[in-house]
C-alpha cells in the first residue's frame, strides 16, 4: 500500500481528511433536519404533541436500528465504499423528498398560503424520512470502519486518534447545526404567500448531505477498499446454528468436552471462521450491559432540562473541548504514570464518571427542592386573590380580612384547612357583602378574581407543581368587557372571555412577544406588539390585560410562581462528568470495536455498538411511560445506584475478556494456509515418482 504512504500527512493517511469532513456534513445535515422535525409536524402539517413526539421518536429509534442494514451491505456484498457512496444517495434524496413535502406552494391551489391537500405533504415527508433513515443509519457503522481501514499494521496511535477525531467530527456537525438552522426557519419565503421557510431550513442540510457525498467521492483514488468476502453474516448465521446444533447432539458424558462451545463446528467450517466469529461473540457478549448505560445516559440529558436548551449546545461544545484534551493530555499522562490504562478499563471508568454525574445531579436537585414554593396538602387549599376592578375590594376569610387595592393582589398564596374553610366574604365601599359559593377542590390551588363592585369569579390553577422541564406557565386574565384572542410566541390563547382566566400554557427562556385581538377592533393607535417579562426557569405569571388611559391594552404582570434560584454554576460540574463520561466510553468504544473485530466484520461490530445505543433508546421509551418519583433527587439517587451496578457487572465481565489482534490471527491462517498448499504442491510433485519406484 504505498499509495496511503505517497498521501501521508502527519503520520495520516490523507484519505482520513475527506472521511472527516465527509462526517462532518453528514452529522450537521442530519441533526440541522432532526432539530425541525417536531415543529414542522406541529406547526406545517398540525398534527398534536402527542403524535409529533411519537412519530419523531419512531423515526430517531428507525435511524438507530439500520446501521445492522448498512453493515450488512457493506460486509457481505458491496464492500463499505461501495455502501457509503450509494445509501449516500438515498439519504440525498430523502432530504431533498422532505425539502420537497414542506412547501406549501405545491398544493396550495387557492394561493391562501395554507397547502389544501395535506396527505400529500405528509406521504411526502414519510417517504423523505424513511429514506433518511435508511440513508444516515446505514452509512453510520461503515463510515467509521472505513475510516479504520485505512491505517496500516502498527499505525493503532493513529487509528485511536483517528477514532477521537471522527467523535469530534461528529459533535461539532451537531453543535453548529443545530445553532443555524433555527436561524434559517424564521425567515420566510414562499412564492404566493410568505410563511416560516421550512424549504430553505431542511434545503440546506439536503445540499449539506449533497456536499458530504462529493467530499467522499473526491477521495475515491486514495481510499484503502477492501473487498467484501461473500455473505459472511450467512455464513456466522450458519456457522453458530451447527455449533449449537452439533453441541446438543453431542450432550452426553461420553463425549470429550470442547474448549469453546463454537468448536462443535470444526466439523462442517473452517478454523479462520470460527476464530473470527470468536472474536465478534467475545465482543458482543460484552456488551450486553451496555444498553442499560445507554438509556441511563439519555435520562440524563432528559432529566436535567431544568436548564434551557442551551444546556444541550453546552453538551456539544464540552465534547469538543473535552475529546483533544484527554487525548493530548489525560491519557499520555496516565500512561507515564506508568498504569495501563486499556480499552475495557476506561470504558469503566467512563461509567463511574457517568454515575457520579448523576450524584452530583442529585445534590443540585436538593438545592433546588429548598426552594421550591410551598403546594396544598391533599386536604388543603391554596387562595389567592387578584382585584382586575378599579376599586378597592376586602375579602374576608376565616380568621382574616385582607383588602386589596385595584389591579393588584394578595401577597402569595394563603392556606386553609378543606374543613375550615367555612364562608368567604367579599365588600366593598358602599355595596352589600355577597358569599363566595365555590365547592373547591382539595389539593389544588386557587385564585379568586374581584372587581367592584361585588364580581367575583374562583379559578382553578391547574398548577400545583412546578412548570416542568424548566419552562415557564403564563395564563391571561382578561379584565376588558369584550372577549379576546391573544397570540404569545408561538402559542394561541383563543376566546379569552371577559373577567376570566386562560389555562396555562408553557414556554422557553427569554422574552416574547404577544398580541392581543378583539372582536370589537382595538383601536389602530395602540402598539400592536407587547412584550413579555424576561422569562428565565420554572416560574409561573398571570397576565391580567387591563386599559390604559388612552384605552389600548396594557399588561399587569402578577408572578405565582417563583423561577429557579439556583446557580448554573452548580450545574456545571454534572455536565462536565456526563461528558468527560461520555468522551471516555463512546470514543474508545468505537475504536475497541474496531480493533477486536475481524476484517471481514468490521462494519458489522460497529452496528453491534450502534445497536447497544438503540436498545438503550427502546428501554428508554418503554419506562419513559412508567412510575415517576416523587422526590426528583431521589430518582437521581437511583439512577446512579444502577450505573454504578453496571459498571461494576461490566468491569468484572471485562477482567476476563483477552484482548486479540485479528489481523495478526489472520496472518497466522494466511501462512499456515500457504504452507499446506506448498506441502500439497511437494507431495504432488513426489507422488509419481515414487509410483515408477514401485
Not at 469530534?168 to 456537525?173: F, H, M, R, S, V
Not at 442551551?310 to 507515564?336: F, R, S
Not at 376586602?394 to 375550615?420: A, E, H
Not at 400554557?505 to 378583539?518: A, D, E, P, V, W
Request: glycine share 6%; aromatic share 12%.
Amino acid at each position: 500500500s504505498g499509495m496511503s504512504k505517497s498521501y501521508g500527512c502527519f503520520g495520516y493517511p490523507l484519505s482520513i481528511f475527506f472521511i472527516v469532513v465527509n462526517e462532518f456534513c453528514e452529522r450537521f445535515s442530519y441533526y440541522g433536519m432532526r432539530a425541525l422535525l417536531i415543529l414542522y409536524f406541529r406547526r406545517f402539517i398540525g398534527w398534536d404533541d402527542n403524535l409529533s413526539t411519537a412519530i419523531y421518536h419512531t423515526f430517531v429509534a428507525l435511524c438507530y436500528l439500520t446501521p445492522i442494514l448498512g453493515a450488512l451491505i457493506a460486509d457481505s456484498w458491496l464492500g463499505k465504499f461501495k455502501t457509503i457512496v450509494s445509501l449516500s444517495i438515498v439519504y440525498t434524496i430523502g432530504q431533498a423528498v422532505t425539502a420537497v413535502s414542506s412547501i406549501n406552494d405545491l398544493t396550495d391551489y387557492n394561493k391562501d398560503g395554507t397547502p389544501d391537500n395535506l396527505s400529500v405533504h405528509v406521504a411526502l415527508s414519510m417517504i423523505g424520512l424513511a429514506l433518511i433513515a435508511l440513508g444516515t443509519g446505514g452509512i453510520k457503522p461503515c463510515v467509521s470502519a472505513f475510516g479504520g481501514d485505512q491505517f496500516e499494521e502498527g499505525q493503532e496511535k493513529q487509528r485511536n486518534r483517528f477514532f477521537s477525531i471522527f467523535y469530534l467530527a461528529i459533535n461539532a456537525g451537531s453543535l453548529i447545526s443545530t445553532i443555524v438552522t433555527p436561524m434559517l426557519r424564521v425567515h420566510e419565503c414562499g412564492i404566493y404567500s410568505q410563511k416560516a421557510c421550512y424549504p430553505l431550513a431542511f434545503g440546506v442540510p439536503a445540499a449539506l448531505m449533497a456536499v458530504s457525498l462529493i467530499v467522499f467521492v473526491i477521495g475515491s483514488g486514495m481510499y484503502k477498499k477492501f473487498q467484501p468476502q461473500g455473505n459472511v453474516m450467512g455464513k456466522v448465521v450458519k456457522c453458530i446454528g451447527f455449533a449449537l446444533k452439533n453441541r446438543f447432539r453431542h450432550r452426553s458424558k461420553q463425549f470429550p468436552k470442547r474448549e469453546h462451545w463454537l468448536d462443535w463446528a470444526k466439523e462442517k467450517y473452517d478454523e479462520r471462521l470460527i476464530s473470527q466469529i470468536k472474536m465478534v461473540t467475545k465482543v458482543m457478549f460484552l456488551y450486553i450491559p451496555l444498553p442499560m448505560f445507554w438509556a441511563l445516559f439519555d435520562q440524563q440529558v432528559g432529566l436535567l432540562e431544568v436548564q434551557p436548551d442551551q444546556m444541550q449546545t453546552v453538551n456539544a461544545i464540552l465534547i469538543v473541548v473535552m475529546v483533544p484534551i484527554m487525548d493530548a493530555v489525560v491519557y499520555p499522562l496516565i500512561a507515564k504514570c506508568g498504569f495501563n490504562f486499556t480499552s475495557l478499563k476506561r470504558m469503566t471508568v467512563g461509567m463511574f464518571l457517568a454515575s457520579m454525574a448523576f450524584v452530583m445531579a442529585a445534590i443540585v436537585q436538593l438545592e433546588i427542592d429548598k426552594t421550591l414554593p410551598v403546594f396544598p396538602k391533599q386536604n388543603e387549599v391554596q387562595i389567592k386573590v387578584l382585584n382586575i376592578g378599579n376599586g378597592a375590594m376586602n375579602v374576608s376569610f376565616p380568621g382574616t380580612v385582607v383588602t386589596v387595592s385595584q389591579m393588584s393582589q394578595v401577597n402569595g398564596f394563603m392556606t386553609f384547612d378543606v374543613d375550615k374553610l367555612t364562608s368567604i366574604n367579599i365588600s366593598s365601599t358602599g355595596s352589600p357583602v355577597i358569599p363566595v359559593t365555590y365547592n373547591f377542590e382539595q389539593g389544588h390551588r386557587h385564585t379568586l378574581l374581584v372587581w367592584a363592585p361585588n364580581n367575583y369569579r374562583v379559578v382553578k390553577d391547574g398548577l400545583n407543581q412546578k412548570p416542568e422541564k424548566g419552562e415557564n406557565g403564563i395564563r391571561f386574565i382578561n379584565s376588558l368587557n369584550e372577549s379576546l384572542n391573544i397570540t404569545m410566541g408561538d402559542k394561541v390563547y383563543v376566546n379569552v372571555t371577559s373577567h376570566n382566566a386562560s389555562e396555562y400554557q408553557f414556554f422557553s427562556l427569554g422574552t416574547k412577544n404577544i398580541t392581543i385581538s378583539s372582536t370589537q377592533q382595538i383601536s389602530q393607535n395602540c402598539t400592536k406588539v407587547l412584550q413579555s417579562s424576561n422569562l428565565e426557569f420554572g416560574s409561573a405569571y398571570t397576565y391580567v390585560i387591563g386599559t390604559q388611559s388612552t384605552g389600548c391594552p396594557e399588561l399587569h404582570m402578577f408572578e405565582d410562581i417563583s423561577p429557579n434560584t439556583v446557580n448554573m454554576a452548580l450545574q456545571i460540574p454534572q455536565y462536565f462528568l456526563i461528558t468527560c463520561g461520555e468522551v471516555v466510553f463512546s470514543v474508545t468504544g468505537l475504536e475497541f470495536s474496531y480493533s477486536q473485530a475481524p476484517s471481514n466484520m468490521k462494519s458489522v461490530l460497529q452496528a453491534g455498538w450502534l445497536l447497544t445505543v438503540a436498545v438503550g433508546n427502546i428501554i428508554v421509551l418503554i419506562v419513559a411511560g412508567a412510575g415517576q418519583f416523587s422526590e426528583q433527587w431521589a430518582e437521581y439517587i437511583l439512577f446512579a445506584a444502577l450505573l454504578l451496578v453496571v459498571c461494576v457487572i461490566f468491569a468484572i465481565m471485562a477482567r476476563f475478556y483477552t484482548y486479540v489482534n485479528p489481523a495478526e490471527i489472520e496472518a497466522q491462517f494466511d501462512d499456515d494456509e500457504k504452507k499446506n498448499l506448498e506441502k500439497m504442491n511437494v507431495y504432488s510433485t513426489v507422488t509419481p515418482v515414487s509410483q515408477t519406484q514401485m
